[in-house]
């Protein structure tokens, strides 16, 4: 078997880039090898599988790989603002820069780590909910060397039009029968990552569907105003505006909307860290991606990554690495978007079809959707925002040929196809030790020869615990903390800070 961190297929990437202080120069004729023991590396029996880690499916064959141990490569710290969007990536997709790969895999895993501590077992009185708690969330994950803390959970109340989307149990006592955990807000608080990164990062992840494509059926390509602003003609679609902003008064959980949350727990953030230069960089898959950029866009529209303690106000930038994620709003708001400075990184593999609804008929590439729009008010018009990144999972030696549409859109995958991606044209070789095996985590997508069992990630037991007195069951977890005291408070500043003239 060939070494999975092999290049294959098509010719090496030759295409010169602009940015030229840190991309890679490719010289065949200098290519590092890669030297793998014949003893299969496995992890430890009771550790889940590190992203970093090699797959044990790695044989001794030496390969040629497209990585130049000589090339200079300039730190994340010096170029983080071009990393991060502010030239719209010019020059770093094709081929593709090292650096911008990385990142966008790291907040990929932040996205995947949404779905990795989602319970949604209905057999459990807590589906629906979050498995760990905030404290040791990035340690159960085994995350915790990424240098970032948890700051908040975020919940949306599952009383709206996207019945599909939830997880709800069947048992009659439960957590709460109205909440589901979307994702979380994260900041990274490791001075060693602080650095590397040259600001200190918030996060927020947001997660996606754990029942595949089933939620699409729900979306009705009903445009609603956002009302995050006087302008009544931004819209968004109604499934995900009821979601972003919806709460339930008798639930502790939703008593806030997630939109409340994510505006609260971000004006504290930047209260806290005034001191220090910062970044938003907002994460999701499927759902969670059309949950980014709505975030995105009413952190910038009410105004929060405008610092007021300075004699020249400066903006925190605000940064979207979403992947497969659907169209959200009309043209109307992707052009606001666009004046916001709000930066979007749109991941796609060509064979999903998530990212072509909704919007099907009326969207980006019709040639009078702006005419329509304005004239008609055509109410069915959609538009992608951002940069698009397009991959194909067929590139892929790895992967089977498969028309599974949940494979084509699983984040796993994604994140793999991203590791392998060097340009378009280019030959599909893994830049990292990323382990394949992690695509088959909730899939079934690996080749059979690989040997890699489907949907293999699950809790020993799958959860259940033996008890004093020798009986299997389900243990108590403690108690959520539902919004931290001080969210009213934070809520009520944000508010008065809309109103604040902007020079």
Known sequence: MASPLFCFSNPICKKPSPFQSFVPKWDLNRTSKLLISEKPISPKPSVFPRCTSVSSLASTSEENLILD????????????????????????????????????????????????????????????????????????????????????????????????FFQKSKMSSVWSPHANWMGYVAVSTDEEEIKRLGRRDIVIAWRGTVTYLEWITDLKDILHPTKFTDDPSIKIESGFYDLYTKKEEKCKYCSFSAREQVLAEIKRLIERYKRDELSITITGHSLGAALALISAYDIAEMKLNIRHDSQNKSRIPISVFSFAGPRVGNLKFKERCDELGIKVLRVVNVHDKVPTVPGIITNEKFQYQKYIEEVIDFPWSYAHVGVELALDHKNS???????????????????????????????????????????????????????????????????MVRSADGRWILPERPRMEAHPPDTAHHLEQVLKLVNLPLE
């Open 69 to 164: 141990q000589d090339m200079a490569i300039s730190p994340l710290r010096n170029v983080w603002k071009e990393i991060q969007g502010c030239n719209d990536w010019e020059g770093l997709l094709d081929p593709m820069n090292p650096l911008l790969r990385e990142e966008i895999i790291r907040y990929g895993e932040f996205a995947q780590a949404c779905y990795d501590s989602f319970d949604f077992d209905p057999h459990s009185k807590y589906c629906g909910t979050c498995k760990y708690q905030g404290a040791h969330f990035f340690e159960k994950l085994d995350m915790a060397d990424r240098g970032y803390q948890l700051n908040r959970y975020l919940y949306a109340t599952s009383n709206i039009n996207l019945p599909n």
């Open 397 to 463: 030696p790895f992967l089977k040929p498969s028309g599974d549409l949940g494979c084509a859109h699983n984040l796993e995958a994604y994140l793999h196809l991203l590791d392998g991606y060097h340009g378009k044209g280019c030959r599909f070789c893994l830049a990292s030790k990323r382990d394949i095996a992690l695509v088959n985590k909730s899939s079934d997508f690996l080749r059979e020869d690989y040997n890699v069992p489907p949907y293999w990630r699950q809790d020993e037991n799958k959860g």
